[in-house]
């Protein structure tokens, strides 16, 4: 593969991330074809650019960083919107409600869909910090914003999610499992 040939020896810590970068785009745009897209375009960027990278343990934070910019020309080019920094933090929808009952696999759909339904800037910092682990300095780094914006953001995506799949956790506790008769 091209990929293989361009990334694999020379610079292996570029291509290893691609799965990271897959799972942050598509968190971020829940499409996969453009979440492949995003990830390939940062790599490429990546590559042209890795002369510009001073400290290699700050690669996975650079390259999150690259696709970042990526995803933001993404939704330039769509023009689906004035300015991405006039998007209120406030949820997108609020009728509809996770699945009441919901075994293992239905309750990742439901965090999913929960999650689908945040605001942008609260899931691109949802994501970077719960679950790829990232510093709130990094993350200030990736989406260039202040820091006091990671935790103010952090804070409103885990209320949002908490009420939005609350309702599911309320309800499958209240509905017993066996009932009485007579």
């Given at each position: 593969m091209l990929s293989r040939l361009l990334f694999g020896p020379s610079r292996p810590g570029i291509e290893a991330l691609r799965p990271l970068l897959y799972r942050i785009a598509f968190a971020w745009c829940h499409d996969a074809a453009l979440a492949d897209d995003l990830v390939q375009e940062a790599l490429s960027k990546g590559w042209k650019r890795r002369a510009q990278l001073r400290d290699e343990a700050a690669l996975k934070a650079w390259m999150v960083s690259i696709m970042n910019h990526c995803w933001l020309d993404h939704l330039r080019s769509r023009r689906d919107f004035d300015d991405i920094e006039d998007w209120q933090d406030e949820l997108e929808s609020a009728a509809d409600a996770p699945e009441v009952r919901c075994d293992r696999e239905r309750v990742i759909a439901c965090v999913r869909e929960a999650v689908a339904r945040l605001p942008l800037g609260q899931r691109q910092v949802l994501t970077?910090?719960?679950?790829?682990?990232?510093?709130?300095?990094?993350?200030?780094?990736?989406?260039?914003?202040?820091?006091?914006?990671?935790?103010?953001?952090?804070?409103?995506?885990?209320?949002s999610l908490k009420s939005l799949l609350n309702p599911a956790l309320q309800q499958s506790a209240v509905q017993p499992l066996l009932r009485r008769v007579k």
């Open positions: 970077l910090v719960d679950l790829e682990e990232f510093s709130y300095a990094d993350v200030a780094a990736i989406l260039d914003i202040p820091v006091g914006t990671v935790m103010s953001r952090l804070s409103r995506a885990r209320a």
